[in-house]
C-alpha cells in the first residue's frame, strides 16, 4: 500500500478533520464533482441524466456507524420512500445500503429486519444492494445477508477483492443463488487479513471476477456485478467473456457519479451493461476521503479547487 494511500485512509477516520475540512469551500467543490447534491432530489436528477445515455443509477446515503436504534429505524424509513421516489420518476435505479446505517451495531436481528423492510418495498424484479464495510464486519454482514436473501432471492451483496477470505466466501455463497458486486476495496486493513499490493489486488479480482462470470453463465449466481474505475481489469473482463463466447450484456460494470464518465458512455453504447454509483447525503467526508485514497492523483483535482477559491 503506497504512503499516500495509507495517510489518506488514517484521515477518512480523523473526526478533527471530518469536523473541519467539511466547512471549506474548495474541499466542498471536490466533493461535487463525485456526487451531485446533499439532498435524493440531486440524486434522482443525475440518474435522470444517466438514463437518457443508457447508464442505469444506484443510490447510496452516505453515513454509517449509527449509535443510536431510532438513527436506523429513520434511514431505513428513508430507503422505504425514495424507492417510492424512484418509483414516481420513472426511473430504474436501484440502492446500495449500509448495514452499520441499519443498526448493525446495536442488534443484527435489528439490521436484518430493517433490510427486509427495505427489500419489500423493492420491485422484486430489482436489485437492493447491500454494501461491505471494513473488515471486522464482514462476517456479520454475510449473516445478514444470508438471512434477506432466504427469503428475497434478487437481494445483492457486495465483496472486496483485496480480502484473502474473500475467494472463499464466494464459493461459500455459490449454492445460494447470490447477486454480487465485486471492488478492489477502499479501508485501511492489516497486511495479515489483505493483499497490500495493487498488482495482487488486480490479479484476485481478475480471477474472482472470471469465477463469477462462469456462475452467472451456469445458473449459480443471480447477478455478477464489477465496481471498477480500472480500464485495464474493465478490458480484461471483456476479452474473458468474448473468450467464452458469452453477450456483452454479461458484463455489468459500476462505476462512481463523476469518474471516467467517457467510458461510462462507451460501455452503455457498445453493448455492456453500465451503471453508476450516485451517492448523495450531508456525512461524505469519510466517503470522499476513501475516494481520493483509490486515486491519489484526484488530489491534484482538490488542489486546483483550492487555488481556485
Not at 66 to 77: L, P, Y
Request: charged letters at 25%.
Amino acid at each position: 500500500m503506497s504512503v499516500m494511500r495509507s495517510l489518506l485512509l488514517a484521515a477518512s477516520q480523523n473526526r478533527w478533520l471530518r469536523e473541519r475540512a467539511t466547512k471549506y469551500k474548495f474541499v466542498r467543490r471536490s466533493v461535487s464533482r463525485f456526487m451531485p447534491g446533499e439532498e435524493v432530489e440531486d440524486a434522482i436528477g443525475a440518474a435522470k441524466a444517466l438514463e437518457s445515455k443508457g447508464i442505469a443509477g444506484v443510490f447510496t446515503r452516505l453515513g454509517e456507524n449509527i449509535t443510536d436504534i431510532r438513527e436506523a429505524e429513520e434511514v431505513t424509513q428513508h430507503y422505504v420512500e425514495v424507492l417510492s421516489k424512484i418509483r414516481q420518476a420513472g426511473l430504474r435505479t436501484e440502492i446500495s445500503v449500509k448495514l452499520t446505517q441499519l443498526g448493525l451495531d446495536q442488534s443484527a436481528e435489528l439490521c436484518a429486519a430493517n433490510v427486509k423492510k427495505i427489500v419489500q418495498a423493492e420491485d422484486p424484479s430489482r436489485t437492493v444492494w447491500i454494501d461491505m464495510e471494513a473488515s471486522n464486519y464482514v462476517g456479520a454482514t454475510l449473516d445478514v445477508y444470508r438471512r434477506v436473501l432466504a427469503g428475497f432471492p434478487r437481494t445483492g451483496i457486495c465483496l472486496q477483492a483485496y480480502l484473502f477470505r474473500t475467494k472463499k466466501d464466494l464459493e461459500d455463497l455459490f449454492p445460494l443463488k447470490p447477486s454480487v458486486r465485486l471492488v478492489k476495496g477502499a479501508y485501511k486493513e492489516p497486511r495479515e487479513i489483505a493483499y497490500p499490493s495493487k498488482k495482487d489486488v488486480d490479479e484476485n479480482y481478475f480471477s474472482l471476477g472470471q469465477e463469477m462470470l462462469r456462475a452467472q453463465r451456469d445458473g449459480r449466481m443471480v447477478r455478477a456485478a464489477f465496481g471498477t474505475h480500472d480500464p485495464a481489469l474493465v478490458q480484461r473482463l471483456g476479452n474473458f467473456i468474448a473468450k467464452e463466447a458469452m453477450l456483452k450484456n454479461t458484463l455489468e460494470i459500476q462505476m462512481l457519479y463523476g469518474i471516467q464518465r467517457a467510458e461510462q458512455e462507451r460501455l452503455a453504447a457498445e453493448g455492456y451493461r453500465s451503471g453508476v454509483l450516485v451517492a448523495y447525503g450531508s456525512y461524505w467526508y469519510p466517503w470522499f476521503v476513501r475516494r481520493l485514497a483509490e486515486r491519489p492523483a484526484n488530489l491534484w483535482f482538490m488542489l486546483k479547487n483550492l487555488f481556485a477559491a
